[in-house]
């Protein structure tokens, strides 16, 4: 369990800055910014089939089997693609860095959800991405 909460430790940290300089920022600037993103679900999705295949899979039968879920986790992977997209403008060694925990953070995630209803061989592999 330790990794786990090192892994999103680590993830807070380098979120701080990014987190920090949107607070800076017009409120309608952000919104607008959250806006164009949520709206262009087309790039979003583009996104993920590049970073996250098995997600894109999830997301496409979220789609059809519940909208809104599918609308809330479109907007959360817009915020992080905005987030990581303004990261690689300032910083492209943070920017890997960010993608990459981002990536393995939903991967687990994904796991676990599996392994709630699955056999040992998923928990292993959460384990093994842990570790």
């Known amino acids: 369990m330790r990794p786990l909460i090192l892994l ?47 997600l894109a899979r999830l997301l496409a039968r979220l789609r059809s089997s519940s909208p809104e879920q599918f609308e809330k986790a479109i907007a959360d992977i817009a915020r992080t693609k905005t ?12 920017y890997d860095l960010a993608l990459e925990i981002w990536s393995l953070d939903s991967r687990i995630r994904l796991l676990v959800a599996r392994s709630i209803r699955s056999d040992e061989n998923v928990r292993q592999e959460v384990r093994e991405l842990l570790a």
């Open 8 to 54: 999103h430790s680590v993830s807070a940290m380098l979120w701080l800055g990014v987190i920090a300089s949107a607070a800076d920022r017009p409120a309608a600037e952000s919104r607008e910014l959250l806006d164009s993103s949520h709206d262009d679900t087309d790039a979003v999705l583009s996104f993920v089939r590049d970073q996250h295949p098995e």
């Open 83 to 94: 987030r990581l997209y303004r990261l690689k403008d300032q910083d492209p060694k943070r």
